[in-house]
């Protein structure tokens, strides 16, 4: 069946760097894209979405870059803080089919 | 960005006893919510969707006479985990749309212990 994928399960960068966390999509046909934070026991939290109409997305410290030749998601956070500490997942939609999420990503930021 | 409350965010209960899980929009009217249950290091896996006003549609494998969805408004959605058991040991975690466009709000969850 269709899957939405991450490469890497878990990532460390140091506070104040730049991290990238990468979703492979399988399913061409997905129109909208989100990523979402999820801390320990907590829900996930919307950060930011992304039409399959455009290539990149910015928000605040985030930026989302689409690249449907390859099916590549990323999510980009500038200027790491230790808050930003959690899983990030990535998820797929298309047209009224049910949001799919993928695998997680542990995003550790060291001090 | 869209409320959604969850209620209790912790339950532990014996075997055989059954456990009502509420999901609330606090700012807004839902018509569709989702229920997700996720175990630890996992992703959320969707368990069925809530349609105020209707049965609820099931995924498949979900058993829907084990895990009764009750949605009686536009603001209220219901899971009640019937005569659980240990391996319904789970972080449970609702959703909703506002529906004016497709983000999904999460509530806070609730972490299911059954001994």
């Known amino acids: 069946g269709e899957s939405v994928g991450l490469h890497l399960p878990t990532l460390s960068v140091q506070e104040g760097d730049n991290s990238i966390i990468n979703c492979a999509y399988s399913n061409s046909a997905s129109d909208y894209f989100i990523w979402y934070k999820q801390e320990s026991g907590k829900g996930p939290q919307f950060i930011i979405d992304i039409r399959s109409n455009m290539d990149k997305r910015q928000g605040q410290r985030v930026t989302v870059l689409l690249n449907k030749t390859v099916k590549h998601l990323s999510l980009q956070i500038a200027a790491t803080q230790p808050g930003d500490s959690a899983v990030y997942f990535c998820?797929?939609?298309?047209?009224?089919?049910?949001?799919?999420f993928g695998t997680g990503t542990r995003l550790t930021i060291i001090p | 960005g869209a409320v959604v409350s969850q209620h209790p965010s912790r339950v532990i209960c014996k075997s055989g006893t059954s456990v009502k899980i509420e999901c609330r929009s606090l700012?807004?009217?839902?018509?569709?919510m989702f229920w997700y249950r996720q175990f630890p290091k996992q992703s959320l896996m969707l368990m069925a969707t809530?349609?105020?006003?209707?049965?609820?549609?099931?995924e498949q494998g979900v058993e829907k006479d084990k895990f009764l969805i009750n949605h009686a408004s536009l603001t209220l959605s219901t899971l009640t985990v019937t005569s659980a058991h240990p391996e319904d040991s789970s972080f449970y975690i609702c959703?909703?749309?506002?529906?004016?466009?497709?983000?999904?709000?999460f509530g806070s969850g609730t972490q299911l212990s059954v001994l």
């Open positions: 809530s349609n105020e006003g209707s049965k609820a549609t099931y």
């Open positions: 700012d807004f009217q839902a018509t569709t």
């Open positions: 959703s909703a749309s506002t529906g004016r466009d497709e983000k999904l709000f």
């Open positions: 998820a797929e939609k298309f047209g009224n089919e049910k949001l799919t």
